[in-house]
């Protein structure tokens, strides 16, 4: 802890900081007979502190309690600087200390929200940042905390392991947010409580933050509980069209003498003064000519100066040449050409200009051309598809190069009536080619670095698989601004439709449950072991086994699969996949292998044997968990009080026990501990063709002596432990 003294210098000097005028990089000027200051913050039109002085969706407060007065968003977001295309608010920081040292409270959930404002979170400026040594950080879009995008951990137990200035999971971690955010949660936990670091770092901390604005430092593991806020950067933008589409309305928001650009980050368009004009573009005419001429000292000219709107004009005066400009020739004396010279100079010099022209312009136009198809294909990964093919062999042999045109018309140019469904990486249409057969497509939602590697590796993983239970690519589209792909049209909806749809409970029978799983679970077999290289697929669940008319499983979306290279049975990544699906062992390490694709297998046998969903608040608070409360219920004998009423009458007790085990020993915590997924394929097959087996014996009993029963309710010991195994492991399936 540092000393007294230090303590309050540092207070002394965060004051005398606070004192000092913020030099913004503002856009000036309110609308006539409006405040333009609130403090010592400008406050421009489109931006309004009274009535009738803003622009829909752009109001704000003006706090005169506050010395100086404070500005504040209409979600009460306090703002400390506004810019001609983003602004500056204080976000919430989640916090959690080690208790014994009284701390204060701790908000171990945050968010900041701006839905329905003009504002958008900047994906370019801001980071999602966590700070301690028993730390893990995780962040939500919406209201769903269990719908994650991305997050981080950060552990360390010695201060000398810690680099200043670094935020690489040693004392401080970041990650990226993804584009066109206008709501961001954040989740704050711990895996010890603080027991094991309270000395080196007695809280946690996780937030939204500028990144031009923190950086980090090893005081921040005991300063930061000093603060309750942090800068973010929101991007800002007028209405919901592009320009050429504002253009038309007359509510189009830019001024006289200035142009409009489309919003980098979201939707809608902004507003900026042509070259030679400033003040404030959403004003009427809030774009003034800048007059260069106006001081001799200062302007451009060496001799005679001339403004214009938007311009000016060097020239020299009479018996002089030059361009009259300080910074070129000046103005020199001449002497005077005979006329046939003059008429033959200018003859010769604008037939060599018309000349000169005309091939700059055809010149042009042809580099134009090339830059725009070289763009749109890096853009759409095709350098690293390149480089793909040339480590992994020829990947796209089979698909076909579709035109944009082609699957503009296929879905009726992306019509929402032909929407099939919307996930973490785009949505995919119905389309139907030239010779009426019906085709997935899938669109992915923008395009930046993430997106492109996510569809190159979709293509990649797709076309080295030939299997009738995996989805078929048949091509892509690299023409247009957003990568597309298309796949064989599967009719029949998810798996999960068919499990948890309203108008789906109970529809399918035992027979198809049992072929389901075993083509699913053939499916993935190749993947792990009949491949050219192994292939992880990383997201299994119900959600991604489509069905078709005759309820045949195809496994689905690749965009988080992974190639495991030969010789190594596993390899480290940022841990990605669905609560409720994914791996403990894998969330814990982030060393996936084969055996975490086996492991979300287990949760998909557990959905078709209970008709339950992976993650249920129905449930009781240590059960919500789907896995949990499936291995608790066998571990009890309890098994068929569990399972959907359809499926105990239809199929024999054999079966069910039998898959049942099956199921167990996929859940297992230790992935060695689990069969692959052919001994899965192959037990399940044997069991779908013999529905009675003389190998599956009866089930051990599990019922603990009344002297090994533990005091938790008659549960025995080996329960109890696995269940705290779980909570540690799994903690984030069962946040509230």
């Known amino acids: 802890m540092f000393p007294l003294w230090s303590f309050l210098l540092h207070l002394f ?26 403090g010592n913050i400008t406050v421009p039109y489109p931006f309004g502190i009274a009535s009738d002085c803003y622009r829909r969706g752009f109001r704000m407060t003006c706090n005169n309690s506050h010395s100086p007065p404070k500005l504040f968003l209409s979600n009460n977001m306090a703002v400390s600087e506004i810019r001609d295309a983003d602004l500056v608010v204080e976000a919430p920081i989640a916090r959690n200390c080690y208790k014994p040292f009284n701390l204060g409270p701790n908000v171990e959930q945050t968010s900041v929200d701006v839905t329905g404002t003009p504002y958008t979170l900047s994906y370019s400026r801001n980071k999602f940042t966590a700070l301690g040594c028993d730390t893990v950080a995780l962040n939500f879009q919406g209201s769903n905390i269990y719908d994650y995008s991305s997050g981080c951990v950060s552990f ?43 000395n080196v770092s007695p809280c946690s901390y996780a937030f939204l933050v500028d990144q031009d604005s923190f950086a980090f430092q090893l005081t921040d593991l005991y300063n930061f509980a000093r603060k309750s806020t942090v800068p973010v950067v929101l991007d800002w933008a007028i209405g919901s069209q592009p320009c050429d589409v504002a253009a038309q309305s007359s509510n189009y928001a830019c001024g006289s003498n200035s142009y409009c650009f489309n919003a980098p980050n979201s939707h809608g368009y902004g507003c900026r003064c042509n070259n030679g004009y400033q003040e404030n573009p959403y004003l009427p005419n809030g774009c003034q000519d800048i007059d260069e001429c106006a001081d001799p000292s200062t302007n451009p000219c060496s001799h005679i100066c001339t403004n214009y709107p938007g311009d000016y004009a060097c020239s020299c005066p009479r018996g002089t040449t030059g361009n009259g400009k300080k910074s070129g020739t000046g103005c020199i004396h001449s002497r005077k050409l005979p006329l046939v010279q003059i008429v033959l100079g200018i003859g010769l010099g604008s037939a060599f200009l018309i000349a000169i022209a005309s091939w700059g312009y055809w010149a042009l136009k042809k580099r134009r051309m090339i830059l725009l198809r070289e763009n749109f294909f890096k853009q759409n990964g095709g350098l690293m598809l390149q480089q793909r093919i040339s480590s992994h062999g020829s990947a796209a042999e089979r698909a076909t ?69 995996v989805v078929k ?37 035992w027979e198809i449950r049992l072929r389901i799983a075993a083509e699913t679970a053939g499916a993935l077999a190749y993947l792990h072991s009949a491949t050219t290289w192994p292939i992880v697929h990383r997201d299994v669940k119900t959600a991604n086994i489509l069905l078709d008319d005759d309820y045949t499983a195809k496994v689905s979306d690749f965009g988080a699969s992974r190639l495991i290279p030969l010789g190594r049975g596993q390899v480290t990544t940022l841990v990605q996949g669905t609560m409720g699906y994914l791996d403990p062992e894998y969330f814990q390490t982030g060393l996936l292998t084969e055996k975490s694709d086996v492991y979300s297998f287990g949760v998909v046998l557990a959905e078709l044997l209970t008709g339950e969903k992976p993650l249920s608040q129905t449930r009781s608070n240590e059960e919500q968990n789907l896995a949990i409360y499936f291995l608790h219920a066998v571990r009890r004998n309890q098994l068929f009080n569990i399972l959907e009423p359809r499926i105990r009458k239809e199929a024999s007790r054999e079966q069910l026990e039998a898959v049942a085990r099956v199921t167990e020993r996929c859940l297992s915590l230790r992935g060695e501990e689990r069969p692959t997924m052919k001994e899965v394929a192959a037990d399940l097959e044997r069991l779908r063709v013999s529905p009675s087996h003389p190998w599956a014996a009866a089930p051990p009993d599990r019922s603990a002596p009344a002297s090994h029963a533990s005091a938790r309710g008659g549960i025995s010991e080996e329960e109890s432990s696995l269940r705290e195994d779980y909570s540690t492991a799994y903690y984030t399936a069962k946040i509230v």
């Open 13 to 38: 000097l965060v004051a005398a900081m606070a004192m000092q005028p913020t030099e913004a990089a503002t856009v000036g000027g309110a609308l006539p007979g409006c405040p333009d200051r609130c």
């Open 156 to 198: 360390c137990n010695d201060p000398s392991t810690i680099n200043n200035g670094t935020c690489e999971g040693i004392g401080c971690c970041q990650t990226s947010i993804p584009r066109g955010l206008q709501q961001l949660g954040t989740v704050l936990q711990t895996l010890r409580n603080h027991t094991v670091t309270f």
């Open 401 to 469: 190069i579709f035109s944009a045109k082609e699957l503009e018309r296929a879905t009726d140019n992306y019509s929402q009536s032909r929407i099939l469904g919307k996930g973490g990486y785009g949505t995919v249409y119905k389309g139907i080619l030239p010779d009426k057969k019906m085709v997935a497509i899938k669109k992915s939602k923008v395009v930046d670095e993430t997106q492109v590697e996510q569809f190159i590796n979709e293509v990649v993983v797709l076309s080295q698989v030939i299997h009738r239970n």
């Open 473 to 509: 690519i048949l091509g892509c589209c690299l023409e247009t601004q957003v990568p597309l792909l298309v796949y064989e049209y599967v009719p029949n909806g998810t798996l999960t439709h068919h499990l948890h749809g309203d108008d789906h409970v109970s529809t399918l029978s």
